[in-house]
C-alpha cells in the first residue's frame, strides 16, 4: 500500500478553519535576546543574577583577608597622603582655597572608582567564562556587576573624606546637593570604557597586559595630585580630552565650593565624551556580544 505524502507544516499563524478565524491570535515568541527590545527586557528578567554577581565579587575580592573592607579605605588613604606630600607640601602647588588632603582625595574617589572599573569589568568575562559559554542571558550583567563592585568600595571610601572634612572642620556648602549628578558621570564614564574593554579582552587577549598601563598613566595625566587650574588656559580645552578630567573638577567643584572653579567649555568636552563612550561602549559590546560564547 502506497503511503500517502506527509503533510506539510504551517505557520502556526495561518489559519484554515472559520473555527481556528474565531480563536484568539497567537503569541509569536521570539529567542530571548535576538531583538533588542527583548534584550533590555531580559536584563530586568535577570536582575536577580545580577545581584548574585555583585554580591559574589564582593565577598571573594576581600576574603581570607586579614583586614577585610578595610582595604578599600587603606589604598586610597595612602595615595592620598604621598599626593599631599609631594603635590602639597614639596611643590606647593595651590589648593584652591582648601586643605590639600581634601583637594586631593576629592578627585582620589572618583579615580579610584573608575580605575576599579576599568580593571573589573575588562576581565569580567574572562572570570566567568563557564556560565557564558554554557548558558544564556544577558552578558551586559556581568561588566555591570563588575562596575557596582567598584561602587561599593567609592562609597565606601567616601568615609575617609568625610573623616578629612571632620578633621580640618571643613564645611562644604550648597554645591555638595549636585554631587549625584556628577557620581552618575562618573558611573557612566566607567561603564563605557570597561564595556570597551570587556569586548576586547575576549578577543584580544593583550588588554590583559594593556589595563594596568592604562589604569596608571591615566593616574598622572588626570588632575588627582592637582588642581587643573595649573593646566595653561590655551592648553585647557585640550588636556579636557581626558573625560576624567571634567568629572574630577566636577566633584571638586561640588565638594570645596568656595575658590574651586568650574572651566565649563572643557567639562562640556568631558561630558560630552563621557556620553560618547557609553553609548558606543553599549553598541560595541552588543555586537560582539553574538560572539563571546565561541571565542571565550
Given at each position: ?187 557612566a564614564a566607567s561603564m563605557g570604557a570597561g564595556l570597551w574593554l570587556a569586548a576586547l579582552n575576549v578577543e ?93
Amino acid at each position: 500500500m502506497k503511503a500517502s505524502p506527509p503533510t506539510p507544516h504551517l505557520p502556526s499563524m495561518v489559519r484554515n478553519s472559520s473555527a481556528d478565524r474565531d480563536s484568539p491570535p497567537q503569541e509569536l515568541i521570539i529567542e530571548a535576546g535576538r531583538t533588542e527590545r527583548q534584550y533590555w527586557k531580559d536584563i530586568w528578567k535577570y536582575r536577580e543574577l545580577f545581584y548574585f554577581l555583585a554580591w559574589r565579587d564582593v565577598l571573594v575580592r576581600y576574603k581570607q583577608t586579614v583586614i577585610g573592607l578595610a582595604w578599600a579605605l587603606i589604598r586610597p588613604f595612602l595615595t592620598m597622603v604621598v599626593f599631599s606630600v609631594v603635590f602639597g607640601n614639596l611643590a606647593k602647588l595651590p589648593s584652591e582655597g582648601a586643605p590639600y588632603p581634601i583637594l586631593v582625595f576629592s578627585a582620589m574617589l572618583p579615580w579610584q572608582f573608575f580605575a576599579n572599573a576599568l580593571s573589573e569589568c575588562s576581565n569580567s568575562l574572562i572570570a566567568n567564562s563557564n556560565l557564558v559559554s554554557k548558558v544564556y542571558f544577558p552578558r551586559l550583567v556581568v561588566p555591570a556587576s563588575a562596575v557596582i563592585v567598584s561602587f561599593v568600595d567609592f562609597m565606601i571610601s567616601g568615609i575617609i573624606l568625610l573623616g578629612l572634612m571632620a578633621y580640618y572642620d571643613f564645611v562644604p556648602g550648597w554645591r555638595i546637593l549636585t554631587l549625584p549628578a556628577f557620581v552618575l558621570i562618573a558611573f557612566a564614564a566607567s561603564m563605557g570604557a570597561g564595556l570597551w574593554l570587556a569586548a576586547l579582552n575576549v578577543e584580544y587577549r593583550d588588554f590583559r597586559y594593556i589595563v594596568p598601563f592604562i589604569v596608571q598613566f591615566g593616574l598622572y595625566i588626570s588632575p588627582v595630585g592637582f588642581s587643573s587650574s595649573i593646566v595653561p588656559e590655551k592648553w585647557r580645552l585640550l588636556y579636557s580630552l581626558n573625560p576624567m578630567v571634567g568629572v574630577i573638577d566636577g566633584f571638586r567643584w561640588a565638594i570645596l565650593g568656595g575658590d574651586a572653579s568650574l572651566y565649563l567649555p572643557g567639562f562640556l568636552l568631558s561630558l560630552g565624551l563621557v556620553v560618547f563612550l557609553l553609548v558606543t561602549g553599549i553598541w560595541y559590546f552588543r555586537k560582539m556580544e553574538r560572539r563571546f560564547a565561541d571565542v571565550i
